[in-house]
């Protein structure tokens, strides 16, 4: 039997962002939450599902883990059966696939390997101190900034424990205690041959609570969407797509576990007449056909100012001049790129009696065609 699907349990893709699969959660697990849907058997099975995708999608080293083993698993089911999937021995997951039968579900080897806790907030400081997620978001910084660097402000979104329940999902005064099943933990150990396997506790559903009713402000989730402003180093020569990583202002963690970090998706801003490839700036400047003709100087603009550029005589439309040193910062090395300018020359869309008649002169003269 193939393995569990938990992008189809969130209702997500595999390509879906952290901060997409955490929304799938609390979503589901609202929707679905025991508290919601009383004496409901099916919802109950769903929420315990929902938990269990989520312990797994939402984090980062667990998720790396399921999506080799989950390719590896469907690869290897076909007419044949499961095909050699293993693990080294004492070390990662410490298990060997050759013979499943001891199996009713592939899940439950998923499960063993995973440590499943599934508390309002996936259980996964069930076994003491856990370090928090690592947060995901874009910030949108201007192409004159991105360009010089410097520090800028940001408001975050984030999930945060509930202020009413501090996090723990569960109405202040309904009369919930401490589960006495699982002390709290949120899960049970359950042998199965030689595994011991970590499941969310029948008793409190994972919540490490029994009684009560779910808190009013997070619908028994445990967390809220918070907004916060972070201050933020931008390094000067920033491109489009860089990720900039802010330490410890990722989610929070859970038993006194220090918060992850916040990973941060760099988008500059384009600028209405420069273009940026690399360290080098891209640019173009319009001339008349007298400049082209006799050469001139002209005005450009550049990242330090407005520049003189000298237009060479027989100027031709097309041709990039070079505006040495006049780039951008370069990320690894000294120095900085370079500014390339596109001459556009302007062809007179229409002549006066005497403007013709003076090309014309020039024509024969220079023994032209026309």
Known sequence: ?????????????????ADDIRKAYRNLAKKYHPDRNPNNKAAEEKFKQVQEAYDVLGDETKKKQYDQMRDGAFAGFGPGGFQG?????????????????GFGDLGDLFSSIFGFGAGPRAGRGAHGPARGEDAQAEIEVPFEQAVSGGKM???ISREEDCSRCNGSGMEPGSGSKTCPTCQGRGNVATSQGAFSISRPCPTCLGRGTVGGSACTRCGGTGAVSGTRSIAVNIP????????IRVAGQGQKGTQGGPPGDLILTVRVRQHPRLKRKGSDIYSEVTINLAQAVLGARVQVETLDGPVQLRIPPGMQPGKKLRLK???????????????????????????SEAEREAFTRFAETAKLKH
């Open 1 to 17: 039997m193939p393995p569990k699907d938990y992008y189809n349990v969130l209702g997500v893709s595999k390509s879906a962002s």
């Open 85 to 101: 999937y293993t693990t080294r021995p004492g070390g990662g997951a410490q298990f060997r696939y050759e013979d499943l039968s």
């Open 236 to 243: 000067p020569g920033v491109s489009d797509g860089s990720k």
């Open 153 to 155: 402000t940001f408001q």
């Open 325 to 351: 040193g006049r780039g951008i910062k370069k990320l690894r090395g000294p120095g900085r790129g370079d500014h390339y300018v596109e001459v556009r020359v302007q062809i007179p869309e229409s002549l």
